[in-house]
């Protein structure tokens, strides 16, 4: 038997954990891109975010670079953003 249990993540913004369905996924692709994975399911290493000021946030104390181990500039955020609008606030 497999217990069911509530998949659970950290926002790296506010650092609450929540349910993984309730977060956004930032992903940063092998090649080095990062975007908002909408599907939750593009391969890469990922950071999770409640919502947008959460997404800033991370960004300012560059915890979300420490959590996609990668560097993430403005042009970067700016596209996050945008498609975090696009995508809507869980
Ligand atoms: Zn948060």
């Known amino acids: ?8 993540r950290m926002c790296v913004g506010c650092r609450v954990m929540m ?6 996924r930032v992903v940063r692709s092998s090649e080095g891109a990062v975007s908002l994975d ?11 975010v409640c919502s947008l000021p959460c997404l800033e946030r991370a960004a ?3 915890a979300l670079e420490r959590a996609l181990g990668h560097k993430v500039d403005e042009g970067v955020m700016l596209g996050l953003r945008e498609a975090f609008e696009a995508d809507g606030q869980p």
């Open 38 to 48: 909408t599907l939750g399911k593009a391969p890469g290493r990922g950071a999770y």
């Open 1 to 8: 038997m497999q217990k069911r249990k509530t998949p659970m």
């Open 19 to 24: 349910e993984k369905k309730a977060l956004k």
């Open 60 to 62: 300012k104390t560059r």
